[in-house]
């Protein structure tokens, strides 16, 4: 379910990181997410099962705080109007909550499909 990701390339390469650093700062702040008060995170779908059962094991306090993200979000939507900037989202504060769950998830359900594919051979003494 993760995306693909250039970043590790991206980084070990200082003149390319140098280059695309403000880009990368221009197209989070052109995106507009982070006007409503939204993180990165709160953009995954919710379409798989993955991602459902990261969902369910979120801390309750993140769970609630992502929810009132998107209540505020669509709110602020339905009334085309943008949040006062003291409320949006600073970059800072724009931290990845639900991405390392599912890594976790998808390691587990590797490893699962890793392990029932194993063949046990008896040995023949």
């Not at 982070?34 to 990165?40: F, I, V, W």
């Not at 991602?51 to 094991?57: D, M, P, Q, Y």
């Not at 724009?94 to 976790?104: A, M, R, S, V």
């Not at 359900?109 to 040995?123: F, H, P």
């Amino acid at each position: 379910m993760s995306q693909p990701s250039v970043a590790n390339f991206v980084l070990k390469r200082s003149w390319l990181r140098k280059w695309m650093l403000p880009l990368a700062t221009w197209y989070s702040a052109a995106a507009g997410y982070r006007q409503l008060g939204l993180k990165a995170d709160d953009l995954i779908p919710e379409e798989s099962e993955t991602v459902l059962l990261a969902l369910k094991r979120l801390p309750p306090n993140e769970a609630y705080d992502r929810v009132f993200r998107l209540r505020r979000a669509f709110q602020c939507s339905l009334s085309h109007q943008l949040l006062p900037v003291e409320e949006q989202t600073k970059p800072e504060d724009d931290y990845q909550y639900l991405t390392p769950i599912i890594e976790e998830i998808e390691a587990e359900l590797a490893e699962r499909e890793d392990l029932e594919a194993m063949t046990v051979m008896k040995q023949n003494k």
